[in-house]
């Protein structure tokens, strides 16, 4: 059915389409149709201002029906569907085809998928689950009556029957048998064996590799950790009163956790205090150190990334200085305001990229620039090509780019003014009164789309009254 629509729509676009002649041109009705090409490899047609999309280029296809959907196919196969993003989306991308619907209804098959080894899966979360597993074969299950997962939770295997009354997990050699999960569990593998009595008391014991013990959970607990060299990291508490861990490389301690500890990184030379966390620590160290008086100010290095606040959560400015990349960013209370820089060194390339909730948006990448208004959602979600494509388009009354050699484009209230300009080529439209077009020694003028107009071109001249032509010279000079 969805293709079905989406071909009838499409059908309806190219059916409006200007001719090939026409396309090289821009032609418009503002807010029912804005018709834009190159005669070749672009071409673009708007219906409704940004309701109503149809756009190829190259070999990439687009149709988008705001904000209810957007579709885009390409030569190689792959394709991507968004309904009312992001209630439902789908994804081809030639070998793996993914359907969700508000992350609760997923169907995924192909080559790979998001879970490495499932050839096809399908969930209806939490109840229903089906997959074929490239190991294991097909598996299914009905929660909570039962049925077994392949690959999911972290676990190679899950089995459960009248959950919570009986479930069994396995990773690796290890298996976790549950009776009335989580109060009852036996724990078993070739060299592990442990038990618990939620939340009484648990442990389990792997000899010369790992011992663990808890009791009235999550209060008290002890845990000892064995490196193949045989040494050992130790830490235990009795939550929120102490916590400690102790290793080789590292000794922490903590009184109230997590508000008052100690640290001593050994491995990395630095040490830490926290008097309370998060609002005073300091850092002392070769490649960590600074100071946090939270909410007052903070200035703190981590090895490679730089991190300041002044009066949080006003001013944030965050830098990353390494040898793929440089990048700093400064916000103003969270998402309010985003100036974001970055650069490759190996290439020189720069990216920069300025938010402004809700007022403006400015990109600047690979010498194009691009600036934007209105901008609702971008601060909060600024790397979400969906919200870009689907929604962003409904109120962006106002865009312009442009490039480093002098092309520019602009619009204004879709296009009910625009401009563009191109080598030596200048055309510009303020709808319906005048629109203006100069390429070369070709000029046209025209009041009213075409009602009243001039043209020049060369040593000839034209004047149009009513859309009649008037040659103002000897020279043939008609359409």
């Known amino acids: 059915m969805t293709r079905l629509v989406l071909g009838a729509i499409v059908s309806l676009c190219l059916g409006l389409a200007p001719s090939t002649s026409l396309a090289q041109s821009v032609q418009t009705l503002w807010p029912l149709v804005d018709s834009r090409g190159d005669g070749s490899d672009f071409y673009s047609l708007h219906l409704l201002g940004p309701l109503l999309k ?21 030569a190689d196969g792959s394709s991507e569907l968004d309904i009312l993003y992001p209630v439902a989306v789908h994804r081809d991308d030639g070998t793996t085809q993914s359907t969700r619907v508000l992350q609760l209804l997923n169907l995924e098959q192909g080559e790979a998928t998001e879970y490495g080894l499932h050839k096809r899966s399908f969930y209806l979360f939490p109840f229903l689950f089906y997959g074929e597993h490239a190991e294991h074969g097909r598996y299914a299950a009905l929660f909570p009556l039962g049925g077994s997962l392949h ?11 009248l959950f919570p009354f009986y479930s069994r997990t396995e990773k690796g050699e290890r298996r976790v048998e549950n009776v009335f999960w989580p109060f009852f ?5 070739p060299q592990e064996s442990g038990f618990k009595v939620w939340p009484l008391y648990g442990q389990t014991e792997q000899p010369e ?4 013990t808890f009791f009235l959970w999550p209060l008290g607990f002890t845990e000892t950790r064995w490196s193949p060299s045989g040494a050992a ?10 916590y400690w861990r102790e290793s080789v490389d590292e000794s922490y301690r903590s009184l109230l956790w997590p508000f008052f ?8 030379d630095y040490r830490e205090w926290n008097f309370p966390w998060p609002l005073v620590r300091t850092l002392r160290g070769e490649t960590r150190f600074g100071n946090r008086f939270l909410p007052l100010y903070a200035d703190e290095t981590l090895e490679q990334v730089r991190r300041r606040w002044y009066l949080w959560p006003v001013v944030n400015i965050d830098s990353l200085q390494s040898d793929l990349v440089e990048r700093s960013e400064t916000r103003l209370l969270y998402f309010l305001y985003r100036d974001l820089a970055e650069r490759v060194p190996d290439t020189g390339a720069q990216r920069r990229r300025i938010l402004c909730w809700p007022l403006f948006g400015l990109q600047q990448e690979n010498g194009l620039s691009h600036l ?15 919200i870009v494509r689907l929604w962003a388009p409904l109120w962006r009354v106002y865009q312009q780019k442009w490039d480093r050699q002098g092309t520019s484009i602009g619009s204004l209230l879709w296009n009910l003014v625009w401009w563009e300009r191109r080598d030596d080529a ?25 009602l009243f107009g001039y043209r020049a071109d060369g040593g000839a001249r034209q004047l149009r009254l009513f859309f009649l032509p008037w040659t103002m010279t000897g020279t043939d000079c008609t359409d």
């Open 233 to 242: 990291e130790r830490q235990g508490g009795f939550l929120p009163f102490f």
């Open 426 to 450: 200048l055309a510009w439209e303020v709808f319906p009164l005048v629109d203006y077009r100069r390429c070369g020694d070709r000029l046209d003028l025209r009041f009213l789309k075409g």
């Open 54 to 74: 149809y756009q190829r280029q190259n070999e990439r296809r687009e149709f988008a029906l705001r904000p209810l959907f957007y579709y885009s196919a390409t």
């Open 185 to 189: 569990a036996r724990i078993s593998g």
């Open 372 to 386: 934007h208004a209105l901008a609702l959602l971008e601060p909060l979600l600024p790397d979400n090509e969906n």
């Open 209 to 212: 590799r790992e011992k663990r």
């Open 151 to 161: 690959g999911w939770f972290g676990r190679d295997r899950i089995r459960f029957t």
């Open 261 to 268: 500890n100690f640290k001593e990184d050994r491995r990395r």
